[in-house]
């Protein structure tokens, strides 16, 4: 409740017979000038202004926004809610737990840790496709989840009962960012707030990036650590700069054979290369009335692929056709439309904001597009795939003899994986697996090779061993779903099937469209080339793809091949996908379904046959894709509001497994000293009211020397946990088979397997171990490990903990774009367990950058145009950070003086280096964190 109204905004808003109280933009100056987004801010500040954490002074410089400006006014965003998928919410809530035992030892009340803005959790990260291409998929790998979960879930629903305001959507009920889409946003929220009933626009953060999903309905919001969304549940504004907004305009109709994912990667490419990191992204013009909800959604979907805090689309008819279709009540879409018309918040494409920056893309431009292969901002035009592939097949195959290597380079090609071809007569540059067609491709039922039904088939570099239809960025867009089901319906019924090496699964991202594919039909059509549904969760974009077919898994591991993986999804980053697959390309629905019925990557649509119909004639791609009429002509007649309804109406009750579960009670957990999945958080080991004054970095340890693009994937994997590596091992020692092991993500809620999981990537290249290993970079999550005489190679946790022992402070050295990708904490708080005190880099992506700050590592970076590599480091010197104990007397200091001494590790001759480093402590709340040594020691200490 805001306790001064400094500029008089206070007003009534009366919509049918209910009165609402509103704050009113036109109260402040220079209001009707500023972007959607700002005016979101704008009405945020003026109904918390507090005069301490808000101020009348940022009020005015909101409303005097200088769009020139580089940021360096401080705000305080207190978003209206908080929203959190399970990979990332477990930890979150193992945290709030922990808070209350330590609150309890500090002398404070354990019930005033509790959530004082709404919080909302989906489980939809653990579900893995064990099982795929058979009608009980689905039920049965729903069976495995709980086998595999049943401890984290206790947990949440423990939690669900002792936090007020926390409520869990169960296990197989859809994605999150879709459920919030079709169910939980509000756009206008409600809320009795001192007692008096408010009207405000609908915020959220969330804990998975991917949360600027809700930008589409016109919903500020967009992903954080899961740090900093405890602390925002915490009642803890989120500190920020006001940011530059980049105006991208909209002109134009997307054409014929074009579809939603086209738009969005082409976008991203733009904008990756224009440059939007800690920028929100603004769509205006006359063309954002012709883009479909589902299509802004999928927009917003893919801010953190290129790199904005935020992706907004303004609110118009078509948002209040979508809440209407959607479920949402008439009193509600109400209110959005009158609040949103009161408040200047109604786009009107007749009247341009002042921007920051502008782009321009004529819709009509578009073309068909795919993305890859291990960037989702790697735009490629389907056109030149092929050719592309050709190239970048070369990064990945390893060829075995020197002639391999010359065919490589002169033929840059690799014949397609043809079914015609005889086994033992494959150019050198083929490895064979024979794979039984007449078996079911089954996890439940392996394939069995030369039976006297069996054909053998040729596996190649560029395989498609996986067609996933998946991930929130696509399943919540009828038209791209039901184009893919037309694509298999047409395939079918010219004879056309997936080919048998190829592993499918589809994923919906809610029930809904398991509903409207139903109505339709193309379920069956769907199920005919094998697609059917393995789970109602993020799956494959997540990594939890379960096992490829077991013969093509061990042909790829025993002849080194170079497969890829082409799934509808948002992230397609070195080893996230599955460890046996190199090559991972992100494309539209109806795409996945073309891919899986080619085969190969090593595939040209236009000119290669997907096969023959039943008269022996070539089929090719544009044979068998459906014009926008026919996609239309479905969506109008298979989707209702009804289904919306009937979907909700339950959607926090779950099934019979999830009302069954054991639910421990009290306000205090009860940890399970024998549990793997959940263990009490160390982060309050010892805390007391008092300040540890922040102290310069001496005698410090290079623990990874990386280069650009180094993701929270590469910090902090969510798929596989690698036999032999310190996690597996930890899990092995507790009782733990591997069969068992799980994933990164669903063991969260323990810091022992995580800690030993960061930097554990299979794909991390730390140049650090060159040294010693012939000039090559082995790949994994190996240092040197220098408290040994030799520093020989070590896996990262074991030389962590030896330098632990000694006292030996750790610094890490990246390059640009340090931290992209998935805002996942546990990168940062991994980081910081494994005892590093710094990490020096090129440029940091946003939220990495925040959490390192709260979980107590200094963010550094080097000097401009410079890198590590530049100015002569290579990992081998002891280093010293100068200058931080300024944040002792308050002062943030812009740069710091970082000293690298060789040492008895450096090569002969080496000199020492110095250099000042760019501390990127960017706001005073930052500063306050870092000084009490993580947020959540700065919350705690708050409270008591």
């Known amino acids: 409740m805001s306790t001064v109204n400094s500029f008089g905004a206070k007003s009534t808003l009366k919509v049918g017979s209910t009165d609402y109280e509103i704050f009113r933009l036109d109260a402040v100056e220079g209001y009707d000038k500023l972007p959607f987004s700002l005016k979101v801010l704008l009405e945020n500040l003026l109904r918390t202004e507090d005069g301490a954490n808000v101020t009348k002074a940022q009020i005015e410089a909101l409303g005097s926004w200088d769009a020139a400006a580089e940021p360096d006014t401080e705000i305080q965003f207190t978003p209206a809610r908080v929203v959190m998928q399970d990979f990332t919410g477990v930890p979150c ?73 926390f409520k869990v959507v169960p296990p197989g009920t859809g994605i999150v960012h879709q459920v919030n889409i079709e169910h939980l946003a509000k756009v206008i929220y409600d809320r009795t707030n001192g007692g008096v009933l408010q009207a405000y626009p609908d915020t959220c953060v969330g804990t998975d990036s991917h949360t600027t999903m809700v930008n589409g309905l016109g919903v500020l919001g967009w992903g954080v650590g899961g740090i900093e969304a405890e602390a925002a549940m915490l009642g803890q504004p989120v500190s920020m700069l006001i ?19 086209d738009v969005v990667l082409t976008i991203t490419d733009m904008l990756r290369q224009h440059g939007v990191v800690g920028k929100f992204v603004e769509f205006y013009g006359a063309g954002v009335g012709s883009v479909p909800l589902a299509n802004r959604a999928t927009i917003g979907n893919m801010s953190p692929e290129f790199g904005s805090t935020a ?73 030149d795939a092929k050719s592309q592939f050709e190239k970048d097949i070369l990064n990945y195959a390893e060829p075995s003899t020197t002639d391999d290597i010359v065919d490589l380079e002169s033929k840059h090609s690799f014949p397609a994986s043809d079914p015609g071809s005889v086994p033992g007569e494959e150019e050198p540059t083929t490895r064979p697996v024979h794979i039984n067609s007449g078996a079911p491709i089954s996890a439940s039922k392996p394939v069995h090779v030369h039976t ?36 298999a319906r047409k395939a079918l019924e010219k004879g056309l099937k997936q080919k048998p090496w190829v592993k499918t699964t589809l994923g919906p991202g809610s029930k809904v469209v398991t509903d409207y594919y139903e109505k339709s039909g193309l379920d069956k059509d769907l199920e005919g080339l094998g697609f059917y549904t393995v789970g109602y969760g993020c799956t494959i974009c997540i990594g939890n793809s379960g096992p490829l077919i077991e013969e093509v898994s061990a042909a790829i591991n025993e002849n080194d091949l170079a497969v890829t993986a082409v799934l509808s999804g948002n992230r397609n980053f070195e080893g996230r996908i599955s460890p046996d697959v190199k090559m991972n390309y992100l494309a539209s629905p109806p795409l996945v379904i073309a891919y899986a019925l080619a ?24 044979d068998i894709w459906p014009a926008p ?116 993500g669903s063991r969260r809620g323990n810091h022992e ?190 409270l008591v």
């Open 311 to 383: 992706a907004m689309f303004p609110v118009d008819d078509v948002t209040l056709d979508y809440l209407r279709l959607t479920g949402r009540s008439e009193e509600t879409v109400a209110l959005v439309e009158a609040y949103a018309k009161t408040q200047s918040l109604w786009h009107d494409p007749s009247k341009e904001a002042v921007y920051s920056e502008y782009m321009e893309l004529d819709l009509g431009t578009v073309v068909p597009s795919i993305a890859g292969p291990k960037r989702p901002q790697d735009r490629i035009l389907l056109s």
């Open 629 to 744: 009429e026919e996609v239309q002509a479905i969506v109008d007649s298979s989707i209702s509001r009804e289904q919306f309804i009937k979907q909700y109406a339950t959607v926090f009750d779950g099934d019979d497994r999830w009302r069954n579960l054991p639910t421990p009670t009290g306000p205090i957990f009860e940890w399970d000293a024998d549990s793997t999945y959940v263990r009490k958080a160390p982060y309050f080991d010892g805390m007391t009211m008092e300040l540890t004054p922040v102290s310069d970095i001496t005698g410090a340890r290079v623990m990874a020397a990386l280069g650009d693009s180094v993701t929270t994937d590469h910090i902090s994997p969510a798929g596989n946990i690698k036999a032999g590596t310190p996690a597996a091992q930890y899990l092995t020692e507790h009782g733990v088979g591997q069969r068992d092991f799980n994933s990164y």
């Open 452 to 487: 006297p039904a069996g054909v053998d088939y040729t596996l190649d570099h560029g395989a498609v061993t996986l067609a996933a239809i998946t991930s929130c960025t696509n399943t919540s867009n009828p038209s791209v779903m039901i184009a893919a089901g037309l694509v």
């Open 753 to 942: 397997v995580m800690i030993r999981g960061t930097f554990a990537n299979i794909r991390l290249k730390n140049e650090l171990v060159r040294a010693v290993n012939d000039g090559q970079v082995v790949e994994g999550g190996f240092t040197r490990d220098f408290t040994q005489p030799e520093g020989p190679q070590s896996y990262i946790y074991d030389a962590c903990q030896n330098y632990q022992a000694e006292g030996t402070p750790l610094v890490v050295f990246g390059g640009k774009e340090y931290g992209s990708g998935s805002s996942r904490d546990w990168a940062a708080k991994g980081t910081s367990l494994l005892g590093v005190k710094a990490v020096i880099t090129e440029s940091f992506e946003r939220i990495h950058r925040s959490n390192l700050i709260g979980m107590g590592v200094v963010p550094l970076q080097f000097p401009a145009g410079e890198s590590w590599a530049s100015l002569g480091l290579d990992g081998t010197e002891i280093i010293s950070i100068e200058g931080l104990t300024q944040l002792n007397e308050g002062i943030t200091p812009k740069t710091v003086r970082v000293t690298a001494v060789p040492s008895e590790h450096s090569p002969a001759g080496k000199q020492p280096i110095e250099f000042d480093a760019v501390v990127r402590i960017d706001t005073p709340g930052e500063a306050d964190y870092y000084r009490n040594g993580g947020i959540l020691q700065y919350v705690l200490r708050s």
């Open 93 to 165: 809530i193992v945290d709030l737990a922990t808070m209350r035992e330590a609150v309890t030892a500090l002398g404070g009340d354990p019930k005033r840790i509790n959530p004082l803005s709404p919080a909302e959790m989906v489980i939809d990260h653990s579900v893995i496709a064990d099982l795929f291409g058979t009608e009980n998929a689905l039920e049965r790998n729903v069976e495995i989840e709980y086998e595999r979960n049943g401890e984290r879930y206790q947990f949440l629903r423990w939690g669900q009962t002792a936090f007020d305001d």
């Open 243 to 261: 940011p530059r907004v980049v105006g991208f305009k909209l002109t134009g109709e997307i054409p014929a054979g074009v579809t939603a994912t």
């Open 599 to 622: 085969g190969s990557m090593n595939f040209d649509f236009e000119v290669d046959a997907l096969g023959k119909d039943h008269d022996g004639n070539d089929v090719f791609l544009k």
